[in-house]
């Protein structure tokens, strides 16, 4: 079987629902199967050995390749418009991976102090122990990150927008400056998703998600995928094949569903943010609003200038810390407080209990996130309803 091919295949949209898929398949099917089998037997020893060293298409065991979880990886790499992909069992690991994979002791490592906790973790805690030199810049000083970079530089992480602050970072000159000092760039793509950022067309040379979010966009699946250039892909694959943070199918098989209405739940999803950022932007009890849909946005410009939309994701202050957090919560009726995003249900929930819940207050503070601050990943429901209820939940306090 082949894929469909990606020269008739332009539009996000049409990627996001044709893009990946073999053609034809067995039996006339149209859905893309989950292959549960852990391991794929051959009659004739050559033809399995050519699967085995690579020198023919197929499949030997799961933890390695598997046909669903190939069919989803294909469609993320035509929507980014990568060389090549892999995939992992979370977010997580794909980026702890590419990490790992891409590092060793001596490296340097520029980033950026706004990355989502867990990617922050392990830059202040794990690749120390590893004597990997890290260094965290502010965020939205480009001259900062550019001195840093200038000063060494073989791994350049940048995320955009930042989870959960909404930061913007300039993604044509920061790859720019990295490659100049011989950096590998790696972006997360996961907020904006590939509907409305492309990293890799803007210089990066690998571009991650966590496909848990608005990939999958159902809450209902974990797993995490990578794209960029082949060379630096098959290192990542090959430590994730052999470390066994492998995506399962019936995830991908769920990815994959969930990816044919990317296009349509991205677009009422951004529509939703924005409407409730500029609602949320005239409340008095409101103290700030993060989104880069904003033209008060303090990035709104270049914003402007590398994304197709604003995205779904927006954040909130309230005075008061936790304490105004948790008598705020039972009061909203229209979303889950929980730690995820990017689902067709809308989300709220703290740093605190979810994007930074590795950090301690203190961690968190250094950051820049202030404990009153809350994540809004706008669902897909009507949106006038969303703000009546943020409404009345504002007025209870």
Same mark, same amino acid.
């Given at each position: 079987?082949?894929?469909?091919?990606?020269?008739?295949?332009?539009? @996000?949209?049409?990627?996001?629902?044709?893009?990946?898929?073999?053609?034809?398949?067995?039996?006339?099917?149209?859905?893309?199967?989950?292959?549960?089998?852990?391991?794929?037997?051959?009659?004739?020893?050559?033809?399995?050995?050519?699967?085995?060293?690579?020198?023919? @298409?197929?499949?030997?065991?799961?933890?390695?390749?598997?046909?669903?979880?190939?069919?989803?990886?294909?469609?993320?790499?035509?929507?980014?418009?990568?060389?090549?992909?892999?995939?992992?069992?979370?977010?997580?690991?794909?980026?702890?991976?590419?990490?790992?994979?891409?590092?060793?002791? #001596?490296?340097?490592?520029?980033?950026?102090?706004?990355?989502?906790?867990?990617?922050?973790?392990?830059? $202040?805690?794990?690749? @120390? =122990?590893?004597?990997?030199?890290?260094?965290?810049?502010?965020?939205?000083?480009?001259?900062?990150?550019?001195?840093?970079?200038?000063?060494?530089?073989?791994?350049?992480?940048?995320?955009?927008?930042?989870?959960?602050?909404?930061?913007?970072?300039?993604?044509?000159?920061?790859?720019?400056?990295?490659?100049?000092? #011989?950096?590998?760039?790696?972006?997360?793509? /996961?907020?904006?998703?590939?509907?409305?950022?492309?990293?890799?067309?803007? #210089?990066?040379?690998?571009?991650?998600?966590?496909?848990?979010?608005?990939?999958?966009?159902?809450?209902?699946?974990? #797993? &995490?995928?990578?794209?960029?250039?082949?060379?630096?892909?098959?290192?990542?694959?090959?430590?994730?094949?052999?470390?066994?943070? /492998?995506?399962?199918?019936?995830?991908?098989?769920?990815?994959?569903?969930?990816?044919?209405?990317?296009?349509?739940?991205?677009?009422?999803?951004?529509?939703?943010?924005?409407?409730?950022?500029?609602?949320?932007? =005239?409340?008095?009890?409101? $103290?700030?609003?993060?989104?880069?849909?904003?033209?008060?946005?303090?990035?709104?410009?270049?914003?402007?200038?590398?994304?197709?939309?604003?995205? &779904?994701?927006?954040?909130?202050?309230?005075?008061?810390?936790?304490?105004?957090?948790?008598?705020?919560?039972?009061?909203?009726?229209?979303?889950?407080?929980?730690?995820?995003?990017? %689902?067709?249900?809308?989300?709220?929930?703290?740093?605190?209990?979810?994007?930074?819940?590795?950090?301690?207050?203190?961690?968190?503070?250094?950051? !820049?996130?202030?404990?009153?601050?809350?994540?809004? %990943?706008? !669902?897909?429901?009507?949106?006038?309803?969303?703000?009546?209820?943020?409404?009345?939940?504002?007025?209870?306090?």
């Amino acid at each position: 079987m082949t894929a469909r091919d990606p020269q008739h295949l332009d539009a @996000p949209g049409t990627v996001a629902v044709w893009g990946g898929e073999p053609h034809p398949m067995a039996d006339g099917i149209t859905q893309v199967p989950v292959v549960h089998s852990v391991s794929f037997g051959y009659d004739d020893f050559d033809e399995w050995y050519g699967v085995a060293i690579g020198d023919r @298409p197929g499949h030997i065991y799961s933890r390695n390749t598997n046909p669903t979880v190939d069919a989803f990886e294909e469609k993320v790499r035509l929507m980014e418009g990568g060389q090549a992909v892999t995939s992992a069992a979370t977010g997580m690991a794909a980026i702890s991976n590419t990490l790992y994979a891409l590092l060793r002791p #001596g490296k340097r490592v520029v980033s950026v102090k706004d990355t989502y906790g867990g990617t922050s973790k392990i830059f $202040t805690e794990f690749l @120390p =122990q590893y004597d990997v030199d890290v260094e965290l810049c502010d965020t939205t000083d480009a001259d900062a990150i550019e001195a840093a970079i200038a000063a060494g530089c073989d791994l350049l992480y940048l995320e955009t927008p930042t989870n959960p602050t909404l930061k913007i970072i300039d993604l044509e000159r920061l790859t720019a400056a990295g490659h100049d000092a #011989g950096a590998i760039v790696v972006v997360d793509n /996961t907020f904006a998703t590939p509907i409305n950022q492309n990293p890799l067309a803007l #210089g990066a040379d690998l571009v991650i998600h966590s496909a848990t979010k608005f990939l999958g966009g159902h809450a209902d699946a974990l #797993g &995490g995928v990578v794209v960029g250039r082949e060379d630096l892909i098959e290192r990542i694959y090959h430590y994730r094949e052999i470390n066994g943070a /492998t995506l399962h199918p019936e995830a991908a098989y769920l990815l994959l569903r969930g990816m044919k209405t990317l296009h349509l739940r991205v677009e009422r999803q951004q529509a939703n943010a924005q409407r409730i950022a500029e609602f949320l932007e =005239q409340q008095e009890q409101v $103290t700030v609003v993060n989104y880069p849909g904003l033209p008060s946005h303090p990035q709104h410009e270049i914003a402007r200038k590398q994304m197709r939309g604003f995205g &779904g994701m927006l954040s909130f202050g309230l005075d008061g810390g936790l304490d105004t957090v948790a008598r705020f919560f039972p009061k909203l009726r229209l979303s889950h407080a929980a730690a995820n995003l990017g %689902s067709v249900e809308t989300i709220v929930a703290p740093p605190a209990t979810a994007s930074h819940v590795e950090c301690t207050p203190e961690e968190r503070a250094a950051l !820049g996130i202030p404990e009153g601050l809350l994540r809004y %990943s706008a !669902g897909i429901e009507d949106v006038d309803d969303l703000i009546e209820d943020l409404r009345q939940a504002l007025a209870s306090l």
